[in-house]
């Protein structure tokens, strides 16, 4: 996963913690009501000075807002990318033993 797009989840998860809209917290930050729907939907990216106003607005620190374990999305996304692919070949590795057993006993 791509580091605007772990900002993202994690702007919307720690904004939605807060029980903030996204206009309440474009307001917060001064800017338009529309500017974290923006920055959201990905049509844009903020700019450092930005990013640490709205940590401070979310209470949180700037770094959390790109950690790929801050949101429960990001936790899944990361996992399935670390994890999903190790989990299916042993799964089917498995799988395909316990089948050939069986045709054994057969």
Not at 10 to 32: A, C, V
Not at 40 to 57: C, M, N, Q
């Amino acid at each position: 996963m791509g580091v605007r797009e772990t900002f993202k989840e994690n702007l919307k998860f720690y904004r939605q913690k807060m029980h903030l809209t996204q206009e309440q917290l474009s307001e917060k930050i001064g800017y338009g009501g529309g500017y974290i729907s923006e920055i959201e939907s990905r049509h844009i990216f903020p700019k450092p000075e930005t990013i640490d106003t709205i940590a401070t607005a979310l209470n949180i620190r700037p770094s959390m807002l790109f950690d790929e374990r801050g949101s429960p999305e990001n936790i899944k996304k990361t996992f399935s990318h670390i994890y999903g692919t190790k989990l299916e070949k042993e799964l089917k590795k498995r799988i395909g033993r316990e089948i050939e057993n069986v045709c054994k006993m057969l």
